[in-house]
């Protein structure tokens, strides 16, 4: 029915005012009696062998709504009706921002894909703790980052306050350092400075009584040398994972004719290299940690290829654009088939 109906419809309009607009009418939809019952009956698929135990955590499903489509923490209880195993909110920065001017969001039809240059657009963390507060048992990541105005010496603290105030509320954490939109933020993912962060932001978590999950989510666009690197400082630092990948700065093979914007690519073009960085973590660290994959999702067969690659959970955005929530319920029945 979406991809009939809806998609056509939603994908006449700009796709920045589309996705504030389907927010709305989520929301709305939601609250009319019985249509949250609706949509979980609809998408939801619960069986005892789609749970997950990842990183101290359980999930009741594999497939999680990955970061930027509910920045703001607005709409996750809503979104979890779709059959989500999990939400990442985020990316959240200490002090709201605006992000980058618009036009910033581009639909390229032919690919299966998008461009993006958002910039970090958020209401900064404390608003969206305010919202966490009501939570009614989702599982939820909290991705952080940095502000645009905040130099990279002094983005470890905007990490921190970031990391403290959601401290509570969120079930694992992510640090962003792989947006391609805030400038010179990819360069915080060199050794160094990577290391730095990520030992303070565990400090931080091994002096509290009970440990959160951290994560740091990379770029598709790393060399493999650059992956061994990385692969070291989870060991030296002891963070519970990876999220593989972000948004790629890569343009090849592409049709449309907006495919020459500028921003991260993603969808069906980043779906390869997303697996192939999975793959190579997995390998060449031994699965010495568990990986979340996302990147190019638009098939239940995307989805256990990454799997089968060495992630223990899948995060869907652009293929949950394109194919709508049915998505989430192919991929759970094609893990129960397996
Ligand atoms: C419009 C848009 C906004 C995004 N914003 C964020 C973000 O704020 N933080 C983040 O870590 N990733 C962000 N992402 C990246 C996605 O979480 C995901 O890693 C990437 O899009 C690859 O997955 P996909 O091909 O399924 O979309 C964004 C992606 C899109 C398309």
Do not use: W
Request: proline share 5%; glycine share 8%; hydrophobic share 35%.
């Amino acid at each position: 029915m979406y991809k009939i109906f809806i998609r056509p419809l939603l994908f006449c309009f700009d796709p920045e005012k589309v996705h504030y607009f389907t927010f709305s009418l989520i929301r709305f939809l939601n609250k009319i009696p019985g249509f949250s019952g609706l949509f979980q009956a609809l998408y939801e698929v619960k069986d005892a062998r789609l749970e997950r135990e990842v990183f101290g955590i359980k999930f009741k499903n594999p497939v999680g709504l990955a970061a930027g489509f509910d920045k703001d923490a607005k709409l996750y209880q809503e979104l979890s009706n779709f059959g989500f195993g999990f939400i990442e909110i985020g990316t959240l920065t200490p002090v709201g921002q605006e992000g980058n001017p618009k036009k910033r969001l581009f639909r390229l039809k032919e690919d299966n894909a998008i461009i993006n240059r958002m910039g970090f657009n958020n209401g900064g963390v404390k608003e969206a703790v305010e919202r966490l507060k009501k939570n009614k048992g989702v599982l939820i990541g909290g991705n952080i980052g940095k502000n645009k105005v905040t130099p990279n010496e002094e983005a470890v603290q905007d990490y921190e306050i970031c990391f403290e105030a959601l401290f509570p509320y969120v079930d694992y954490f992510v640090v962003n350092v792989s947006s391609p939109n805030t400038p010179n933020l990819r360069e915080l993912q060199d050794k160094k400075p990577l290391t730095e962060l990520l030992q303070t932001l565990q400090d931080k978590n091994n002096s509290k009584p009970n440990q959160k999950p951290i994560l740091l989510k990379i770029a598709p666009d790393l060399t493999d040398e650059q992956l061994l690197d990385i692969i070291d400082i989870v060991n030296e630092t002891k963070i519970a994972g990876v999220i593989a990948t972000n948004t790629t700065i890569y343009r090849e093979g592409l049709q449309s004719e907006n495919k020459s914007e500028m921003g991260g690519l993603s969808g069906k073009p980043l779906t390869k290299r997303s697996t192939e960085v999975i793959r190579f973590l997995s390998e060449k660290s031994n699965k010495s940690f568990p990986i979340i994959g996302v990147g190019g999702i638009h098939t239940a067969e995307d989805a256990l290829e990454k799997l089968e690659a060495g992630a223990s959970l899948v995060q869907l955005y652009t293929g949950f654009i394109y194919e709508g929530p049915q998505l989430i319920k192919d991929i759970n029945k094609a893990l129960l088939k397996k």
